[in-house]
């Protein structure tokens, strides 16, 4: 008996010896992962987290066109599959704070808002790379952070965002419009001063075209930072950074940045392109777009007729949202024509009539209209006149929205069934609180 | 480490030479049959204390050898055991086997390497044997089969889709996240029983919207096997029974014996089954008037533009069921299967090969499995048995494109805001008309896409059992088992160009390849030790490994050129992989003492550890201990009116891995312009995540009566869930979505009532039934972190919520009531019950039926939501409530303001299967047995439930069964047998 026991003991002994030196751990076979990154980062790690930022800005902009243009009733947005792009949006029913219009964009920007965090940190860290070099990572960093936090803040308004988020277990404070906008012309700001003597040596794209070494980068910084002065109120200083931006009164349109889309691998497609004529899931011009524009207006193109209307819980349209051409067309971050219609406020509400009259016929004759004209020029008249270009020039492009509440117009916008509301504000989502 | 090599040398020496042990033999030859005299088939005869043994042959017969003053066993499922002391005058046996209806004979496994009588065992452990699996009607494949026959399951069709797709969960929840499914064993192979997604979020992108889930309803692995080939199935339901299984067995062990040689003459048996498949149920379509179609819009021209459509189609007699056309095929189905078992008393084998085809309630889906199978049993020396068990099975799996999506592709979705007085038919140059109503034309997909899932499969399980010590009261045996599965899995998902729903990606091919590696071993000592009669000890431990290696790569090609189905012959690719691996150790020893033959305990404890665990290297304990006294066997026990009277407790622990991948936190790939780059993935790691943790405590009694004709076993059991493993939602402000977090507990307690009975025993007319009755409540006892919606699409259409002190599978939703939020239902059943009879006359003619009843539990019903938003909804110009308007348009007015709607009561009864067979017996010298028969599966199923059935879950395999976006329509099947022996 004790034999036996002996064996036993023995055979399992010399498995167990065995097996304790058999153990391995796999790691994650599928993904690097952030300690990975933050470990001393090499150029190439760092540039992978640029483009990974530059890659996630895209993810749900469709979405957040689709908000803003269907609460600003610049278009309807059906959908076969989801019935509140036409109930919660148009404000039929209640806007939910766990709506996928909300919970999505809000997501997949703050994650944009991390990866920047986490550049920042990798490049805080890295001995790797130059002084001038981290200088550039960052002011990269911090802008892109700017601009994502704004989107949302654009969503949420006087509900307001989280700016201080770079510890995800200690996240700061929900602050209210002001302050946001506050915190986001402060980063830009911070970004600006990083980018003087930056060496921007990373690869920004084809989005980036003619603005991807610090001086042009720097033009991009500012021209964002013009849109958060007027949103501020802030007329001087919009002009001012309108002054170290690309605004060119003279130039192209679309000179500008973009998001860009491809079909690479990994790459994405523009979500905010649709065949025209479809049907189901559609994207459709307010029927308002062609019966208030001039006549004569080339950006009736942006609307193109149907060959059949059509139809959704009682609302229908004959013309299809016809802004983005094709899967892989670029939708724009910020580009001249927006530029020059800042020129345009800041100028309005500074008193400089003539200069903001000559800025809007400049958009007017660049889209075919004559010069405006008004015997007695004034300021409501002006931000009338230069809300109703930037609604044609800036269409479906995510501004409307913003542009009537910033105004309180909101409720010149058009209601098409009883019971419908126009939404000032989308609520923070549930997971928030 | 001398020590070690000296032992491990005797061992071997043990190993080579055992034969001398015995020394003299006789021969005895005998003849087993039942208590009618009819001749038993297949019984094993064996010899008590060795592993000599033989089976019987056709007429009941057998031949042995044997050692002087031997004792004989004789068993056979489903009768008593007899034991037979031997003496040198026996020669020849007449043996009658006595009926067990309460099958207090059968052996039962409780240990990695040690089974017990169901009269000693502490667990109530379902068995299926195969008649009860295959013999009725049967089912599609394998896992379809369990349905309805597991008392403590909650079994459940995800998809009525060819191939299959079956969730089972045991004795209620075992996690939420984590693997809810329990562990397959098959002939000591560890079967991988993972769904491989397809892949068809690209086309349908249902993860878009409200749920990131795919949604793509993959079936399950485990289908793949072959019913016809099982033996019997063991159910161990939780962590009591299966804590010896360690980290894997959380969600209980489903341990399935194949079918293994038979000693004598070989046997030829072919069958042929030969039916049809059709659907169970249709909703049925809104029939337009002119002004119900000029009211699809709005718009004045367009109104008058669909009511000239709809009168143009009228008068041309072309107004459509599309629902009809679409699902309303009937499938031809075929299973052919030819099988041959032999062996002398050294070597026996069982070789089968089968082949399935079957078309689908859809055009162009459709099933296929062809399988072949060896199992092959040899005896080296008369102490040394090694039995090996292989399997190839090639499948194939149409499965058309059905469930969620976004983009109005998928068949449901397209048909839902399709009016009858569309044109969706080709025109005679074969042009499809573009789908004015959808983003799709469904008849279009159906007739051009391609959905199909691919599988071939090899797996080879081995069992060497080896006496290494004999003596007179004790014997040590050497065991070691194993096995592995493997597989290549190919989805291969095809759009052409011209489809409607093409338009931007202009052709679309989605493959992917997947190939699984699962290996595990088992090497154990077991000693036997009988100090006297009244005691006999079972020691046995041992070590275990378990691996698995998983890849999968999946292309996604847009653009791809016309009548090309290569990812190379496309404009844009995509591709993403996935790769799994984790290696399991597990250390075990347990102890079984039987007392008296009345008091059985049992001790056992197993460590394990597991790559998958935030520390990978500590070794984590669950223990298990069991109890069960049978009083009448005891001294003091009087009176005949119980044949057997036991009392048992049973408790044990065991866990449930962390997912895969949770202890990281990773970027993911996201590139934009041709740079590569990383985007931080939306999951925040954990690094100490540890494994959730169950007890289980089950206590019952089990008796029979009047001489074993009636038997009954009740048993209620409490699972506790501690650290229950949950996705906890974080502030997406801070750049997460979620982070797996060791969360709460949870716990389910139920109750398992189960009657074998056989009320009548004549010469002419047996009828042997069985009865179950279970139920199970769960209840979330702690949780630390805010209540988590979670399973469906949110609360606006109703959706499941973890939540301290409620049901863990509540489903909650909005309600225009004050309070806001509402619990309108609860996914578990209030019970369900079963009854499983065959009735057989003149032992020729046999009815056998399967009856189902699940009480309540409800489904989350959006399939008439969706037909009612596309305006196409039968019952959509109903005006039930008299206030004017259509019923359709009062529901869609209810959407955001209540989920009543949606959550809808699942009850049915269900005769699941039935069917009625003819054993014509021998005929003539070469036809050795004829049997005939006809059957028929979920002919008949009572529910008020409105959808297509309420056996439906969208979301596949895991926590929240029972969600209904146009699924799959479930099918009924009617099936002609015939199968002869030669």
Known sequence: ?433 | MRKLLLLMAGLFCMLLMPGHLFAQTQTITGRVTDANGVPVAGASVTVKQTTQGVATDGEGKFKLNIPANATITISSTGFKTQTIKTDASTSDLQIKLEEDVAKLDEVVVTGLATTVKRRNLANAIATISNKQLNGVAPAQTFDAALNGKVPGAYINANTGAPGGGISVKLRGVTSVFGNTQPLYVVDNVFMDNSSTSAGLNAVTAAAAGGNASTQDNPSSRIADLRAEDIENIEILKGASAAAIYGSRAAAGVVIITTKKGKQGKTKISFSQDLGFVEVRKLLGVRQFTAETAASLSSDPATSEALKQQFLAAQSAGKLYDYEKEMYGEKGFTRNSVISMTGGNDKTSFYFSAAQKKEDGIIARTGYQNTSVRLNVDHRITDNIKFGISTNYVNSSADRGLTGNDNNGVTYGIALSSTPQFAELHPDAAGNYPINGFSASNPIQTRDLMRNNEGVDRFTTGFNLDAILFKGVRSNTRFIARGGFDFYNLQTDAQFPSSLQSQSVAKGTSIQGFSKNLNTNFLLSLVNNYTPSDNLSLTTSAGVTQETGDYNNLLNVATQVISGQGNVDQAGALTAQQFRQKFQNDGIFAQEEATIIDAITLTAGIRFDRSTNNGDIKKYNAYPKAGVSWNLTRMNFWNGNFFDNFKLRAAYGQSANFPAYGSKFTSLAVSNTGGFPGSLVNIQLGKSDIKPERQTELEAGLDFSVLKGRLSMEVSYYSKKIFDFLLLNTLPTSSGFSSQWVNAGDLRNRGVEIGLNARPVVTKNFTWNTSVNFWFNRSRVTNLTIPPVVLGSFGLALGSFRIEEGKSATQIVGITDEPQGIKVWGDQEPDFQMNTFNELTFKNKLSLRFLLHWKKGGENINLTNLLNDLGQTSPNFDNDDNKNGVPDGFDRIGRIGVTAQDFVENSGYLRLREIGLYYNFGTMGKVVKGLRAGVSLNNFLTITNYSGYDPEVSNFGTGFSTGVDVDPFPASKRATFHISIDL
């Open chain 1, 1 to 433: 008996m004790k034999r036996i026991i002996n064996i036993n003991i023995g055979l399992l002994l010399f498995l167990a010896v065995c097996f304790s030196s058999c153990q391995k751990d796999y790691g994650n076979l599928n993904q690097p992962t952030i300690e990975s990154y933050l470990d001393n980062a090499s150029a190439a790690q760092l540039n992978n987290l640029v483009t990974g930022t530059l890659s996630g800005m895209r993810i749900t902009e469709g979405l957040y066109l689709d908000d803003i243009g269907a609460i600003s009733r610049e278009m309807y947005r059906f959908s076969g599959a989801d019935p509140r792009y036409v109930t919660d949006l148009l404000g039929a029913a209640a806007l939910s704070n766990t709506g996928f219009y909300i919970t999505n964009p809000w997501a997949a920007r703050y994650r944009v808002v991390k990866n920047c965090n986490i550049l920042l940190q990798a490049a805080g860290s890295s001995s790797l790379i130059s002084d001038a070099q981290r200088k550039g990572y960052s002011g990269f960093a911090k802008t892109m952070k700017a601009y994502e936090l704004l989107l949302n803040l654009n969503l949420t308004y006087t509900n307001g965002i989280r700016v201080e988020v770079s510890d995800p277990l200690n996240l700061g404070p929900i602050v209210g419009y002001d302050e946001a906008l506050t915190a986001i012309a402060g980063l830009l700001d911070d970004a600006k001063t990083d980018l003087g003597g930056a060496d921007v040596s990373f690869p920004l794209g084809s989005g980036f075209a003619g603005f991807s070494d610090a001086a042009g980068f720097t033009k991009v910084n500012r021209a964002l930072a013009a849109r958060v002065a007027v949103y501020r109120k802030q007329w001087s200083a919009a002009l001012t950074d309108l002054n170290d931006s690309f605004l060119d009164l003279t130039g192209n349109f679309y000179t500008g940045v973009s998001e860009v889309f491809g079909t690479g691998s990994g790459d994405q497609l523009n979500p905010a392109f649709f065949v025209q004529n479809s049907n189901g899931e559609v994207r459709l011009a307010h029927p308002s777009y062609a019966q208030d524009i001039e006549p004569g207006d080339d950006r009736i193109s942006k609307a193109t007729l149907r060959n059949s209307s059509a139809s959704s819980g009682g609302l229908t349209s004959d013309r299809d949202v016809w802004v983005y051409k094709s899967s892989t067309a670029p939708i724009p971050i910020i580009r001249n024509e927006e530029l020059i219609l800042i020129y345009a406020e800041a100028n309005i509400q500074l008193g400089n009539f003539d200069e903001a009259i000559d800025a809007i016929n400049t958009i007017r004759n660049g889209h075919g209209l004559p010069d405006y004209s008004n015997s007695e020029p004034n300021t409501n008249d002006l931000i009338t006149e230069m809300l109703n270009q930037r609604r044609y020039s800036l269409f479906f492009e995510g501004h409307r929205w913003i542009d009537m509440r910033r105004y309180d117009r909101l409720s010149e916008l058009p209601i098409d069934r009883e019971g419908d509301e126009i939404w000032d504000k989308m609520p923070v989502p549930l997971t928030e609180q």
